[in-house]
């Protein structure tokens, strides 16, 4: 069954990550790497967009890895709590504990893999400046 976030949470990840976004620096994805919701469409679902922003609702089962890809500048809520190990195209790894509720704005990312070492399912929304 495929869950949708309600329009009101989704509403107001945009407007208030947003207003976080204006300032940030306009920055595209690597050159060579494709973005996450295109290198791994079973995990990365485009929910809204427009020419500046897109909202992406991110889910990763237990174990599961993500394909090597790229973000832009980018808000990112936890909607359940993500125990994971990332990957940076250099070769370093580092673990990430995210909790539910948790929120924060991440630069650029070049190319890097995201794996859910938890236990339970792992879910966040991005909500990334396009241009």
Known sequence: M???????LVAAIGATCGIA????????HAGDVPASFNASPDVYKVLAENDDMRVVLATWA????DVSH?????????IKDCHARITTADGKVREVN????AARINPPVASHTFENIGLNECQQVLVEKKR
């Open 70 to 78: 790229s973000h832009p500048t980018a808000a990112v809520y936890t």
């Open 62 to 65: 237990p174990g599961k890895k």
């Open 21 to 28: 976004l204006m300032n940030a620096p306009l920055v595209g």
């Open 2 to 8: 495929k869950r949708q976030l309600p329009f009101n």
């Open 98 to 101: 995210n909790k539910t509720g």
